[in-house]
Each structure stands twice: as C-alpha cells, then as structure tokens.
C-alpha cells in the first residue's frame, strides 16, 4: 500500500511510469534515514572486524603490556594510535578487545528475547482469548522489574556471571518483542490475505510462518535485534561499570571507563573519555540503524 | 469542561488496583523464587570465618524463624512483607523496612526529579517539530542530540558534572543529601540534572511526542477548531500532550530506575540503587528482596496514574 502511494507520487512528479524497486535510493527513502543506517551499518561492520581481529588476538599492541614510561599518553604518540592508558597500556588495542565482553553475550541475549518473544507474541496475537490474558500477564510482571534491580537480585543469588546476567536480560527483553508481534499480527489478522489463507485451506503453521512472521514480520524482527544489541552493549558496559561484569585486567568498556575515573578528575580526561566515546558511537549506531531502518521498511517517514 | 464521570473512575481505579495487587503478587514470588534457587546458603554469611556445620546453619535458622519448606517460607515471608516487615538485613542487623522508606524517598526525589529535567527537554522540541513539522533544518539537529544523549553513557556524563562543579563553580556535589549547610539542595540538583539528560530516555520521549502530537493535529476536530478560529492549543492539549507524556513517562519509570542505580554510585547518594548495589556485593537477601519489591511497586503506581489520567481524559475508552 505504502509503495504503491509512493510509486503514484513519482510518476506524478517525474511524469514517467517507474517501478517502485528500480527507484533510486534517495527517491524511494529520506535522506536521513539513509544517513542513519548507513551509520550504524558502518559501526556494526566495525565491530564485527573488531571481535574477530580480537578473537584472533590480532591487535596492533599487547592490551596488557604495562610501560610505565609511556603513562596517559596523548593519542598518537609512539605508535600508539589511541594512546595508553594510566599504566601505558595501549587504549585501541584494549577498546578492540573489550568487544569480546559483550558481543556473544548481546547475541545471546538477543536470540533468548526474539525465541520467545515471537512465541509469546504468535500465541497472544494469533490465538488470544486465554493464552492472551496469561502472556498479557506475563509481560506486564516482566516489565514490574527494573532490569538493572532484578540484575542484581539475580547477581546477589547466583554470582556476577555474564552469562546469567545475559539471560535475565534476553527474558526482560521478551514484552518489547512480544508486544510488537503480537501488535503486528492483530493488525493483519484484519487483512483479507490471511483470510485467504485460510480459505484456501492452508495449513496454520504455513500462514504463522510464511506469510506472517517471515513475510510481514521480518522487518520488525530485525529492528528489534539492532535495538536489543545497544540495550545489551548500555547494560555490561553499566555492570562492568558497577564491578559486577568483566573484572580488571580483562579490559571491558564499562571497566576502563571507571578505571580511569580517578585521572578523570585530575584532568587526565583520555583514559575514561576513550571508551567512554566508543561506547556513544557504537550505542548510537545501533540506536540509529534501528530506528532508519523502522522508518524505512515500516513505512513512516522521519522528519 | 465537563466533569469527570467519578464513577467511571472509581471503577477503573479499583480495576486498575486489582491488577496491581495482583502483579506484585507475581514479582514478589519471582523475587521469591531466585533468591530460593540461589546456590549456597544465605545464612552461611553470618557464620564468616567458620566452618558453616550443619548444627550451626540448623541453629541460626531456628533462631530467625526459618521454615523448612519452599512454600512455608514463601507464605512467612509474603505473610511478614504484608505486614510491613521486611525482615533485617544480614550484614548490618538493621530492619530492613525502616532503611527502605529513607532511601526509597531519596531515589524518588531522584528520578522525579530528572523526569521534570527529561520533559523539560524534550516536550518543547517535540512541539516545535511537530507544530513546524517542516523546519527540518532546526529540528533534525536537535533530534540529533537526543539521540547523541540517549547513547551517552551516564557515568561519563557523571564524571564531567563533578568536574565542572568542582573545578567551574568551586563545589563538590558528592555530599548530596548529606550536606548541612544550607543551600545543600543545590548539590542535590547535579545528580537530578545528570540523571535527567543522560537516563538514555530523552531521545525516546521526544519520537514518542512528536508522532502522537503531529497525529493528533492531523485530526478532523482539530482542522474543525481552526476553522472555527477556537484556541488548537487548547484543543489539542489533552490528546496531544497529557495523554502521551503520561504514558511515555509510566512505560520509562523502570529504565529511569536502572539509570539511578549507576547515578547514585556516582554522587554516592543515599537510595536504593546503592543501597541494591551493596547488597548485590554483601549477597543481603532481605534488602535485595526489599529495593525490588519497592521499585516494582513504583512501577505499578506509575501504570496506575497513567491509567487513572487516561480514564480523565477519555472516559468512554475505559468501559471498553
């Protein structure tokens, strides 16, 4: 529906009949939104590179050789591109390093929210009536706790395991995806192809499947993934932060920023700053590509 | 203005209570259920030092007033919490209750405070926007910086607030409610101010605005108003504005909460989120179980108001 106003729009202006696909990029979605993703497309390419190259420990210095004639240098200097840190550790390689603290666990996260959230969200949207009330419910306890509180409940009962920490953040992220379907399915169930569908004697898991959750929801999955991996990069670096995530020497983002709290205050900005800004601009874009990409393939238009 | 049909809203508000009631019920044996499964004994950290024999562990459980089964200890626990006993905290030997209300009032004054600085903020560039829906060139730069605020990490934020005020204005914002002097509610505001700009929710309130007020001035009854030459502000207030802010602000309350946790490690404030922090350190059962069963109940009355204002404003939605 939205393509077809869109088409209607450019042969109107242009004056020659065009396909909607064959657009170009600018025609068919608004510049900021192409800025947008574009952005977080570059940020989550870096990070990849980033984790892998960490994985392969293939860092350009040892992140724990210690020179304690290089302390706080400015970025930079003597080949080390970022800098080093209060025990002249080199920053970049410790900032690429932090990645491994929480890709897989974010990943982690993100498959524990969407597996059971598109259930939840299927059974509530789909069948209602009770299973409605009951996932209603259930989401609506989740989202009783403040996720860092039940964090830390968990991290007072168990211990602070990223792992666990992981999945009562996959679990806190269920309503959001939940709801979202479940809202989606609603709204197409008023739609005269799942009638059809039915109509036509499809089998059920067929219309779920197919032409609900990959044809119409796929989208939606995507945009709730992207945004799912910036609230898992906030929440460990938060924790590591706390002193409840990956401890020192292990460099995380969240543990550098406040390692380098106490030369904060003496005016030796870098060593927080560092990280401090590679957790903005990594958060940003995916807080970015999430949102460029609600616009575009949802269908609304940024101003 | 017609009067609120006030039985609609009693219905609604003892609907409303009933759901809460209900769900606290829920999170109290979440709580309830983690803490049971926790590995290891909790009554094992009064006996640091020792060996943690059976006959001690058995003789400090006897002492507390432990039950034997899950259920029995569930229902005590439920049975005291309702009572307002929140039994005492394992490290200090205080009551848990009375520490509860002190650094529940403290997080309160926080985060009410940084949502009065979140919505001063966002609600005027949400109208501009949305009122000018054109001017891309001011607006887009301002949706920019909620964004750029949104991923900001708040304990960064954290440390430049102290060293500005430290170094720019010759004061030190860490004693916070502690101060004696008197204008000690001056420190107070860098940490409402901090949590405010830098609780991750600003840009998210401004989107959430500016859809909902642009919708609502697309609406025929406001077209109508104009025509008639009647005030579309005063028209569009109550859909456009009270309606969203109250739902964007109930649906935010737990991320604001989180948010407190890292800002009142910062400033050392005296509230729950450092009070969560330490217990989380000291594995304090009582207390852990306490701060979340209070931050649920914020939430609640949060969902509540915001249903409460709904029911005001829309009273014919509610029936249905």
Known sequence: ?303 | MKSIPLRILAITLLKELGLASLLLLGVSFVVFVILYAAPGDPFSVLLEGQLPSEQALAGIRAAMGAQQSWYGQYFSWLHNVLGGNFGTSLHSGLPVAGELVKVSLNTLYLTLGSMLVTLCIAVPIALYSSMRGHAVAISWPLTMLGYVFSALPVFWLGYIAIYVSVHGFDFFPLSSSGASDGNGWLYTLVPVLVLGLGSGTISEVIRYLREEMSRVMAEDYIRTERAKGASVWRHAFKEGLLLPVSEIIAAKIPFILGGAVIVEQIFNWPGMGRMAWQAAQDRDFPVIMGIALVAAIFVRVGSLIQRIVYTAVNPQGARD
């Not at chain 1, 729009?9 to 020659?16: A, L, M, N, P």
């Not at chain 1, 499809?202 to 032409?211: A, D, E, Q």
């Open chain 1, 1 to 303: 529906m939205r393509r077809s106003t869109r088409v209607k729009k450019y042969i109107q202006t242009s004056g020659e009949v065009s396909d909607f696909s064959k657009l170009p990029l600018h025609k068919k979605f608004s510049i900021p939104d192409l800025l947008y993703v574009g952005y977080g497309l570059l940020i989550v390419f870096l990070v990849l590179v980033s984790y892998v190259l960490g994985a392969f420990n293939l860092l350009p210095n040892d992140p724990q050789q210690i020179n304690m004639d290089m302390l706080m240098a400015p970025p930079g200097t003597g080949g080390h591109l970022l800098g080093t840190d209060f025990m002249g550790r080199d920053i970049q390689s410790r900032l690429i390093l932090g990645i491994q603290a929480y890709f897989l666990p974010g990943l982690l996260a993100i498959f524990i929210s969407l597996s059971i959230g598109i259930v939840l969200g299927v059974l509530a949207g789909y069948r209602g009536g009770y299973a409605e009330t009951v996932i209603t419910y259930f989401t609506n306890l989740v989202d009783s706790f403040p996720r860092l509180v039940l964090i830390l409940l968990v991290i007072a009962a168990f211990k602070p395991d990223i792992y666990y920490i992981m999945m009562v953040m996959g679990i806190t992220g269920v309503p959001a995806v939940a709801n979202a379907i479940a809202g989606k399915i609603r709204v197409l169930a008023q739609k005269n192809f799942i009638e059809a569908a039915i109509a036509l004697g499809l089998r059920t898991r067929v219309i779920i499947l197919k032409h609900i959750l990959w044809y119409n929801c796929r989208a939606l999955l995507i945009i709730q993934a992207t945004l799912g991996m910036g609230e898992a990069i906030l929440l460990e670096t938060s924790l590591s932060y706390l002193g409840f995530g990956v401890q020192e020497p292990t460099p995380s983002w969240g543990n550098m920023v406040q390692s380098g709290a106490n030369y904060f205050m003496q005016g030796n900005f870098w060593p927080s700053t560092a990280p401090a800004l590679a957790i903005l601009f990594t958060i940003l874009g995916f807080n970015l590509l999430g949102d460029g990409l609600n616009n575009m393939l949802e269908g609304k238009r940024s101003r």
